[in-house]
T-cell receptor, first 114, second 114 residues
Framework: DSGVTQTPKHLITATGQRVTLRCSPR?????VYWYQQSLDQGLQFLIQ???????AKGNILERFSAQQFPDLHSELNLSSLELGDSALYFC?????????????FGPGTRLTVL | DAKTTQPNSMESNEEEPVHLPCNHS???????IHWYRQLPSQGPEYVIH???SNVNNRMASLAIAEDRKSSTLILHRATLRDAAVYYC???????????????FGKGTLLTVNP
């Protein structure tokens, strides 16, 4: 158990809909990262928040947005869903370190768009 | 981001050592070498990381070449539980020092035979 929790575990929805994925980082961790894992693209970094502020952006679509709240939990919002958005979405957290940040991953949310 | 090259798959026998290679010829001086693994149906899990010197922890050892252009993850006694995809990742800090996004490649699928 990494200490990172994600809800829901599974999500099935239809094209065009909007969903919200939730992540609670490990206690004390300030950084939250979102990753998408699909069969054809592998694990791809989407976005990072650090203490409520966006810090790094990866291959995140404009239809996707995220935020980190004052209690440090984070939400990833996916809108106008397409079939290709079906994937596993992982959240990871890390504590700021002077040299490198080990990331601890949650169990993921499996999104199926029908 | 600097790229890594890993074999697609490797096979090992239970209780034997496993050496997982990774080439990263374009590594920069500030890149850390990270290894994560992903067991079936789980999120990635941190294994080990290093910068220049060899590193040991309870899970594995990391041997880094003197020129840093390659590294090897060593599992001293493979168990069935070690069957996973192993990712070798170079982590590049962003400006501000707290951003270490991970760029995952395809990794090496390790099969452990009983």
């Amino acid at each position: 158990d990494s200490g990172v929790t994600q809800t829901p575990k599974h999500l099935i929805t239809a094209t065009g809909q909007r969903v919200t994925l939730r992540c609670s980082p490990r206690s004390g961790d300030l950084s939250v990262y979102w990753y998408q894992q699909s069969l054809d693209q592998g694990l791809q970094f989407l976005i990072q928040y650090y203490n409520g502020e966006e810090r790094a952006k990866g291959n995140i679509l404009e239809r996707f947005s995220a935020q980190q709240f004052p209690d440090l939990h984070s939400e990833l919002n996916l809108s106008s869903l397409e079939l290709g958005d079906s994937a596993l979405y992982f959240c990871a957290s890390s504590a700021r370190a002077p040299s490198t940040d080990t990331q601890y991953f949650g169990p993921g949310t499996r999104l199926t768009v029908l | 981001d600097a790229k890594t090259t890993q074999p697609n798959s490797m096979e090992s026998n239970e209780e034997e050592p496993v050496h997982l290679p990774c080439n990263h010829s374009t590594i920069s001086g500030t890149d850390y070498i990270h290894w994560y693994r992903q067991l079936p149906s789980q999120g990635p899990e941190y294994v080990i990381h290093g910068l220049t010197s060899n590193v040991n922890n309870r899970m594995a050892s990391l041997a880094i070449a003197e020129d840093r252009k390659s590294s090897t993850l060593i599992l001293h006694r493979a168990t069935l539980r070690d069957a996973a995809v192993y990712y070798c990742i170079l982590s590049t800090p962003h400006s501000g020092g707290s951003n270490y996004k991970l760029t995952f490649g395809k990794g090496t699928l390790l099969t452990v035979n009983p």
